[in-house]
């Protein structure tokens, strides 16, 4: 089996409120979060999925594996 050679996110930019403005990628790709959710739509970014809120938006989330270090609002910012 080929080992998995799909981006991850590693920082994360907030706005004001604390919310997640941007993302950068493991190659050093910075994107809006508008572009990171087409990216994870498509399946080019590994260890996340796209879920609708309550709100009716859809948001980015780390993939459940119990380990809180590696969710998104944990990663170091840029």
């Known amino acids: 089996m080929q080992q998995d ?3 991850t996110f590693v ?3 907030k ?9 950068q ?7 809006s979060y508008e572009e990171a959710l087409q990216e994870v739509h498509s399946g080019q970014i590994a260890g996340v999925n796209a879920f609708k809120g309550r709100d009716g938006e859809t948001y980015i989330r780390g ?7 590696n969710n998104l609002d944990n ?3 840029f």
């Open 5 to 7: 050679q799909r981006e």
């Open 15 to 23: 706005n004001g409120d604390g919310d997640i403005q941007s993302f």
């Open 25 to 31: 990628t493991s190659s050093g790709r910075v994107l």
């Open 11 to 13: 920082a994360v930019q």
């Open 63 to 69: 993939d459940a594996d119990g380990d809180p270090s």
């Open 75 to 77: 990663l170091p910012t």
